[in-house]
């Protein structure tokens, strides 16, 4: 419906995913913004690439901040070319933060040599492009101002000797299993569905922490954290450990050879097709295209991490918050049934 009424001209902001924009074909579109970094050069190309193909003057703003480089490493770290995923991640940065001509660079990254454009922001005068934006950047820091006054009224809470005993007895009843975000699920009570479906509402503990606000639970872990005295652990994604916790692991029986032949074999396949099909019903009931849904190389890529929560779901590339929001829910109940 938001494709349709983009391309009807009935809306005229649309608000996407990398790989949902990638499939417009506006050639109208004046503004292109990127709210993150993409992983590399290429992908910030080709996605900015959308504006103005029909050749008249439009924008494209990126929006960087160094927190954006921890994100896309950590997802980077997950694919096989690790290594060539940093590099092209390290172009990007130095794209972001030169003090060269925006096109001259990108340009040059792909062996073009162009004279300056003068028409971005480091071949316009400084001033010139602040006094632009000046009311817009006032407000902004007004709203950051007090969105961070807010959080740290709701951070500035004294825990009770009881209050972090708890906190650790709910650390040392599932260590090195969640992150942050869901412990602070745990100790406040949460009723999500993924609490629920992983019996953690069971725990000792949980909800003890009501009154308490999240900001001030995530302030305590991460000073924990650096502390040392909570470890991050976990090879797919951050999970929380305290550091004095020793887990034992008892060696499995040793499965025969056919048994584990089956068992890589059967997500390669079976998997990838049940939610091929759970993505072609979706398609049809909402009378999308299924690329819309799920695309195929999305489909893989969640079959292969096999994430195990909304959180770890949203850090598959193509995967949203919007689409989590929608499909989270039945595909991690698929995914919870070749565990």
């Given at each position: 419906?938001?494709?349709?009424?983009?391309?009807n001209?009935?809306?005229?902001?649309?608000?996407?995913?990398?790989?949902?924009?990638?499939?417009?074909?506006?050639?109208?579109?004046?503004?292109?913004?990127?709210?993150?970094?993409?992983?590399?050069?290429?992908?910030?190309?080709?996605?900015?690439?959308?504006?103005?193909?029909?050749?008249?003057?439009?924008?494209?703003?990126?929006?960087?901040?160094?927190?954006?480089?921890?994100?896309?490493?950590?997802?980077?770290?997950?694919?096989?070319?690790?290594?060539?995923?940093?590099?092209?991640?390290?172009?990007?940065?130095?794209?972001?933060?030169?003090?060269?001509?925006?096109?001259?660079?990108l340009?040059?990254?792909?062996?073009e040599?162009?004279?300056?454009?003068?028409?971005?922001?480091?071949?316009?005068?400084?001033?010139?492009?602040?006094?632009?934006?000046?009311?817009?950047?006032?407000q902004?820091?007004?709203?950051?101002?007090?969105?961070?006054?807010?959080?740290?009224?709701?951070?500035?809470?004294?825990?009770?000797?009881?209050?972090?005993?708890?906190?650790?007895?709910?650390?040392?009843?599932?260590?090195?299993?969640?992150?942050?975000?869901?412990?602070?699920?745990?100790?406040?009570?949460?009723?999500?569905?993924?609490?629920?479906?992983?019996?953690?509402?069971?725990?000792?503990?949980?909800?003890?922490?009501?009154?308490?606000?999240?900001?001030?639970?995530?302030?305590?872990?991460?000073?924990?954290?650096?502390?040392?005295?909570?470890?991050?652990?976990?090879?797919?994604?951050?999970?929380?450990?305290?550091?004095?916790?020793?887990?034992?692991?008892?060696?499995?029986?040793?499965?025969?050879?056919?048994?584990?032949?089956?068992k890589?074999?059967?997500?390669?396949?079976?998997?990838?097709?049940?939610?091929?099909n759970?993505?072609?019903?979706e398609?049809r009931?909402?009378?999308?295209k299924?690329?819309?849904?799920?695309?195929?190389?999305?489909?893989?890529?969640?079959?292969?991490?096999?994430?195990?929560t909304?959180?770890?779901?949203?850090?598959?590339?193509?995967?949203?918050?919007?689409?989590?929001?929608?499909?989270?829910?039945?595909?991690?109940?698929?995914?919870?049934?070749?565990?």
């Open positions: 419906r938001a494709q349709d009424g983009y391309n001209g009935k809306t005229n902001i649309l608000v996407a995913t990398n790989a949902f924009g990638m499939g417009l074909d506006q050639p109208d579109v004046r503004l292109v913004i990127h709210y993150q970094i993409p992983a590399s050069l290429e992908s910030y190309y080709q996605e900015a690439g959308r504006a103005g193909r029909d050749g008249k003057p439009s924008d494209c703003i990126l929006f960087y901040h160094p927190s954006d480089l921890v994100t896309q490493g950590f997802i980077i770290g997950k694919e096989n070319n690790r290594k060539g995923g940093e590099t092209l991640l390290s172009h990007l940065k130095e794209y972001s933060i030169a003090n060269k001509c925006r096109q001259q660079a340009c040059s990254y792909f062996g040599e162009i004279l300056p454009c003068k028409i971005c922001d480091i071949c316009l005068e400084k001033e010139s492009v602040e006094s632009n934006f000046a009311d817009e950047r006032n902004f820091l007004e709203r950051e101002k007090t969105k961070r006054l807010k959080q740290e009224v709701k951070e500035r809470y004294s825990f009770s000797k009881e209050e972090l005993e708890t906190i650790e007895k709910v650390l040392e009843q599932i260590p090195g299993k969640f992150g942050k975000r869901m412990i602070v699920g745990i100790l406040r009570g949460s009723r999500s569905n993924e609490i629920l479906r992983k019996k953690l509402d069971r725990l000792i503990g949980y909800g003890s922490l009501r009154s308490v606000a999240e900001e001030a639970i995530l302030k305590i872990l991460d000073e924990w954290i650096s502390e040392k005295k909570v470890k991050i652990v976990g090879d797919k994604y951050p999970k929380l450990i305290l550091s004095s916790t020793v887990i034992l692991k008892v060696p499995r029986k040793k499965k025969s050879l056919d048994v584990e032949s089956e890589k074999v059967i997500p390669a396949k079976n998997l990838i097709q049940e939610l091929k759970f993505r072609d019903r398609a009931r909402r009378k999308w299924k690329f819309m849904v799920l695309q195929n190389p999305v489909i893989v890529q969640i079959a292969k991490v096999m994430p195990e909304p959180e770890e779901l949203s850090c598959v590339k193509g995967m949203g918050v919007a689409k989590v929001e929608k499909f989270g829910n039945d595909i991690l109940r698929i995914l919870e049934k070749w565990k």
